[in-house]
Structure formats: C-alpha cells, structure tokens
C-alpha cells in the first residue's frame, strides 16, 4: 500500500516497494492553499491522488519527476523587470499565466510547461529587453 506524508515544503509518496517520491506543495496553488487538515484529508486513486476539500488531483507520476523546484529559474531577472511586463508584451497573458509556466504549477492535476514555440518565445522576449536595455545605456552620456 502506499503511504503518503508532508513537511511544511513536500508531500512524500512511498510506494509499495520501498521508493519515495516528492512534490514540492507550491506547486500546486490549491494544495499550498490548504490546511493541514485539508492536505491530510485524501484518497488514493487508481493513477493518482485526490484532495476533495480542494478538489485537487496529482497523478502519482508526479511525484517520482520531481526535480528541480523550478522548472524555469530566471535568476535575479524578476527581481528588475516587471514579469506582467513580460507576460503582457511578449505574451499577451497575465503575470499568473507566465509564473505558473516558470514553476511547473500544476492544473487540472498536470504540471504547466512551456510549449516549445512559448520556450522560442521567451528566449527571444529576454534577447529583445536585453538588447533595448543595451541600447539605453550607450546613449547615455558618460
């Protein structure tokens, strides 16, 4: 049978034959939400986990690909330009839509990822703030 246990930052999943997968919980916006009651409160399912009082459902594959809490690390870069700059100009989307890509946030039970061309796309949005910002600076007098 499998168990499942949390800490303040990961939900472990122990399977039958001894191995543990982790979720870091903050990827799940609706499970960083919840109580402690409410995280201890699930079912097991056929191909993963629910969460009825957050109407939450985790796959079990999910826990055993847990890499990196980013999937998306940008370094300093949100630190000084605007991410609902970059989400609305490069993306037309808003500031949530882009940070839950960068994090690999679940909805709908699955983990967001970038698309290739949206991967394409945020290579060249970076390029083009990177080149305006270049641009600025050699005109300005020294």
């Known amino acids: ?3 499942l246990r949390f800490d303040e930052k990961y939900a472990y999943l122990e399977h039958e034959d001894g ?4 979720l870091v919980i903050a990827r799940s916006p609706r499970l960083a939400r919840a109580t402690k009651e409410e995280l201890e409160n699930y079912r097991f399912m056929v191909d993963g986990i629910h969460w ?6 985790i796959p079990f594959d999910a826990f055993d690909n847990e890499e990196t809490e980013a999937v998306v690390d940008l370094g300093a870069i949100p630190e000084y330009v605007s991410m609902s700059y970059l989400a609305q100009r490069f993306f037309g989307r808003s500031r949530s839509w882009l940070h839950n890509k960068l994090k690999g946030n679940f909805a709908n039970g699955k983990p967001i990822a970038f698309t290739p061309q949206e991967m394409a796309d ?21």
């Open 122 to 142: 945020l290579k060249k949005a970076l390029e083009i703030l990177s080149s305006e910002i270049k641009d600025v600076a050699t005109q300005l007098p020294c």
């Open 19 to 22: 191995t543990i997968g982790r």
């Open 52 to 57: 009825p009082a957050v109407d939450e459902d």
């Open 1 to 3: 049978m499998k168990k």
